[in-house]
């Protein structure tokens, strides 16, 4: 009999503070902006490369370093992820200039995707399959939650009272502070089905690959999805995803065991988190927009307004692991991502005299709870039957199918709000109503994402509730 390991509930704290950070992170920056343009002299695409230098070296690495840890052992990729994490936002803190900021962002992103998969491969070695662990990843799905809204809040508090070089140095004490509890509480654990033999090759083309695409998804709304620079980027993309793919096949020590991938659960799940990341970003861009042109609210407001969609996310997400122990995936996923549609649908009435009450406050407490229920279920398939041994490439696979989501969720939809709205404009319809126009076109892209999300969760993940045993999902070794 396999005895629980009895730390577990302290390690999930451990590793949800480090995750909370991490996620605090991507958003919190966005307050900051007008003062590090200020006392940084940076220039527009200078700020907009604060953002994206995070956000590529986070979503390009996260499957490398999942695989990095699992080959020379978790508890160890984690503590230095943790290192990296802090001695970079202290760079971030000391900046002086634009270069060393970029340089300090890019060291971030870095350090993120240490610390993201490796922390659920944690938590996944923790709890073993069962309610306990659904549990544990309604904890994290909550705190992703939390920390992807609380950014706009908590980043408006501390730059308004601290000055924006405390956003990053904040990061320092805790970090330091995880860093230290981290050996009480955490297990080491690895591979050891063989030897340390790393696939560099693998490793070079999914990466390239990823940050390509990542990259081509942030620069299409601003160069045009047809322009000679997206299709360039989205050809390299392809072309070393491929790659990648015949790379693995050959390999004897791949780095993405493409086993995997003939998992119903796992395929099911990466498919539903990565149409989640499309519908949420896709929905929140011009949703923030909105609330700060059309509303005329403050970043700070709008972070204090968007909190009631996440405490339904945090609902959903209770609600959602207590609903797969019962009645299984499908159900539950199919049943959130039909929520994330009626929301979204909801939300498409905006108006150019809108009000918060009247027609966000509706759209955002159905979308809350549905991004909550799909979120978790998506988390728990794509880590049902899958070995211990491949737990960091699985969780580093869900977490980059949610950042890839993510940002083609946010390119896609910007790009349909623009377009809307100035071939509303080149017809003669004034620019605030061709603005309003846009953003319901946004909204109803955002519900799209979601029909693909249910399209996969119906048609891939296990009717039943899936066990590690199960016929339909069978484990990859």
Same mark, same amino acid.
């Given at each position: 009999?396999?005895?629980?390991?009895?730390?577990?509930?302290?390690?999930?704290?451990?590793?949800?503070?480090?995750?909370?950070?991490?996620?605090?992170?991507?958003?919190?920056?966005?307050?900051?902006?007008?003062?590090?343009?200020?006392?940084?002299?940076?220039?527009?695409?200078?700020?907009?490369?604060?953002?994206?230098?995070?956000?590529?070296?986070?979503?390009?690495?996260?499957?490398?370093?999942?695989?990095?840890?699992?080959?020379?052992?978790?508890?160890?990729?984690?503590?230095?992820?943790?290192?990296?994490?802090?001695?970079?936002?202290?760079?971030?803190?000391?900046?002086?200039?634009?270069?060393?900021?970029?340089?300090?962002?890019?060291?971030?992103?870095?350090?993120?995707?240490?610390?993201?998969?490796?922390?659920?491969?944690?938590?996944?070695?923790?709890?073993?399959?069962?309610?306990?662990?659904?549990?544990?990843?309604?904890?994290?799905?909550?705190?992703?939650?939390?920390?992807?809204?609380?950014?706009?809040?908590?980043?408006?508090?501390?730059?308004?009272?601290?000055?924006?070089?405390?956003?990053?140095?904040?990061?320092?004490?805790?970090?330091?502070?995880?860093?230290?509890?981290?050996?009480?509480?955490?297990?080491?654990?690895?591979?050891?089905?063989?030897?340390?033999?790393?696939?560099?090759?693998?490793?070079?083309?999914?990466?390239?690959?990823?940050?390509?695409?990542?990259?081509?998804?942030?620069?299409?709304?601003? &160069?045009?999805? +047809?322009? $000679?620079?997206?299709?360039? !980027?989205? %050809? *390299?993309? =392809?072309?070393?995803?491929? @790659? #990648?793919? /015949?790379?693995?096949?050959?390999?004897?020590?791949?780095?993405?065991?493409?086993?995997?991938?003939?998992? &119903?659960?796992? +395929?099911? $799940?990466?498919?539903?988190? !990565?149409? %989640? *990341?499309? =519908?949420?970003?896709?929905? @929140? #861009?011009? /949703?923030?927009?909105?609330?700060?042109?059309?509303?005329?609210?403050?970043?700070?407001?709008?972070?204090?307004?968007?909190?009631?969609?996440?405490?339904?996310?945090?609902?959903?997400?209770?609600?959602?692991?207590?609903?797969?122990?019962?009645?299984?995936?499908?159900?539950?996923?199919?049943?959130?991502?039909?929520?994330?549609?009626?929301?979204?649908?909801?939300?498409?009435?905006?108006?150019?005299?809108?009000?918060?009450?009247?027609?966000?406050?509706?759209?955002?407490?159905?979308?809350?709870?549905?991004?909550?229920?799909?979120?978790?279920?998506?988390?728990?398939?794509?880590?049902?039957?899958?070995?211990?041994?491949?737990?960091?490439?699985?969780?580093?696979?869900?977490?980059?199918?949610?950042?890839?989501?993510?940002?083609?969720?946010?390119?896609?939809?910007?790009?349909?709000?623009?377009?809307?709205?100035?071939?509303?404009?080149?017809?003669?319809?004034?620019?605030?109503?061709?603005?309003?126009?846009?953003?319901?076109?946004?909204?109803?892209?955002?519900?799209?994402?979601?029909?693909?999300?249910?399209?996969?969760?119906?048609?891939?993940?296990?009717?039943?509730?899936?066990?590690?045993?199960?016929?339909?999902?069978?484990?990859?070794?």
């Amino acid at each position: 009999m396999v005895h629980p390991d009895p730390r577990r509930w302290w390690a999930l704290a451990l590793l949800g503070a480090a995750f909370f950070m991490v996620i605090l992170d991507a958003t919190i920056v966005l307050t900051a902006v007008p003062s590090l343009q200020q006392e940084l002299g940076l220039s527009v695409s200078g700020a907009q490369w604060v953002l994206t230098a995070y956000a590529l070296a986070f979503g390009g690495l996260m499957l490398f370093f999942g695989r990095v840890a699992d080959l020379t052992g978790r508890r160890r990729v984690f503590m230095v992820g943790l290192a990296l994490f802090a001695l970079s936002s202290l760079a971030c803190g000391l900046a002086g200039t634009p270069e060393v900021l970029l340089a300090g962002r890019v060291a971030q992103g870095v350090a993120a995707a240490v610390l993201s998969p490796t922390a659920l491969a944690l938590v996944m070695i923790a709890f073993p399959e069962g309610p306990e662990r659904n549990k544990a990843l309604a904890v994290w799905a909550a705190l992703g939650g939390v920390g992807a809204t609380a950014g706009l809040l908590v980043g408006g508090v501390i730059t308004a009272g601290l000055g924006w070089e405390w956003i990053f140095l904040v990061n320092v004490p805790v970090g330091a502070a995880l860093f230290g509890f981290a050996p009480f509480v955490l297990r080491e654990s690895r591979d050891r089905s063989g030897g340390r033999v790393f696939d560099p090759v693998g490793a070079v083309t999914v990466t390239a690959a990823l940050a390509l695409l990542v990259y081509a998804a942030f620069q299409a709304p601003q &160069r045009g999805w +047809l322009s $000679g620079a997206t299709l360039g !980027l989205l %050809a *390299g993309s =392809a072309l070393l995803m491929v @790659l #990648f793919v /015949l790379v693995e096949r050959r390999s004897a020590a791949p780095l993405l065991p493409l086993g995997l991938l003939r998992i &119903r659960t796992v +395929l099911g $799940g990466n498919l539903v988190i !990565l149409a %989640a *990341g499309m =519908a949420v970003d896709g929905m @929140l #861009f011009p /949703l923030t927009i909105y609330a700060q042109d059309v509303l005329g609210y403050t970043a700070l407001q709008f972070g204090l307004a968007s909190a009631v969609m996440t405490v339904m996310s945090i609902v959903g997400s209770f609600a959602g692991q207590a609903l797969v122990t019962r009645l299984g995936l499908r159900p539950v996923a199919a049943g959130g991502m039909l929520l994330i549609i009626a929301g979204s649908l909801l939300l498409t009435g905006v108006s150019v005299h809108g009000s918060f009450a009247a027609e966000l406050l509706p759209g955002l407490l159905v979308f809350g709870p549905g991004l909550g229920a799909a979120f978790v279920a998506a988390q728990i398939a794509g880590l049902t039957g899958v070995h211990t041994d491949k737990s960091g490439v699985a969780s580093g696979l869900l977490d980059t199918s949610f950042n890839v989501g993510s940002a083609l969720g946010v390119a896609v939809a910007t790009s349909v709000a623009v377009a809307r709205a100035e071939s509303l404009m080149d017809g003669g319809v004034g620019e605030q109503a061709a603005s309003n126009r846009g953003f319901q076109a946004a909204f109803a892209a955002a519900a799209v994402f979601a029909v693909m999300g249910l399209a996969a969760a119906v048609a891939i993940l296990p009717r039943s509730r899936a066990r590690a045993d199960d016929p339909a999902a069978p484990v990859a070794g």
